[in-house]
């Protein structure tokens, strides 16, 4: 059921942010070096802030890992839907553009499996701040795992939104 995890748009946006951030600094190399006798270690500095800024670029423009992990349930589309209960809240941290706030929680679970035991899931999920009172202690949750694999366990985004639409 695992599949790939990264749509076609988001593999594009991960390749060309790659590509690009490559492209910049043998670009940046090849002016230092034809330009001045630099040392090696501009060279490392320039590749090395380069790659950094390229990866955290890119990787805010990719879904969290839970969020894949639904996507690829959904679309596989052999995922069991419970309802679990909020045990435990943590604040992670906050993301903000322009137009969304939000903040990072990891939400440890209780979640009923077929045979009437309980386990507890660990997700670590982005959700938006006007909906954090749904995610408190003792609030119930909707989840979906995979029947193979309980620990493959994503929020069940249509019946737990985590965005305003």
């Known amino acids: 059921m695992r599949g790939t995890l990264l749509t076609g748009t988001e593999r594009a946006i991960l390749w060309g942010g790659i590509a690009a951030g490559l492209a910049f600094a043998a670009c940046m190399s090849y002016l230092m070096e034809k330009e001045t006798d630099s040392s090696i270690w501009v060279h490392v500095l ?32 052999q995922a069991r839907h419970v309802q679990g209960r ?9 993301r903000e553009t322009e137009r969304i706030r939000q903040t990072r929680l990891a939400i440890t679970a209780i979640m009923p499996l077929e ?21 408190s202690t003792g609030q119930h949750i909707d989840l979906m795992h995979d029947p193979d694999d309980p620990d493959f366990v994503s929020i069940d985004r249509s019946r737990s939104p985590v965005m305003v639409q």
């Not at 909020?86 to 906050?94: F, N, Q």
């Open 115 to 135: 045979d009437g035991t309980e386990r507890m899931v660990e997700l670590d999920v982005l959700v938006e701040d006007s909906l954090l009172p749904r995610f």
């Open 86 to 94: 909020i045990a435990s809240v943590r604040h992670r941290g906050l």
């Open 46 to 77: 320039i590749w090395g802030v380069t790659l950094f800024g390229t990866a955290m670029a890119v990787g805010s423009y990719l879904p969290d890992p839970e969020e894949r992990r639904g996507r690829a349930m959904q679309e596989a589309g």
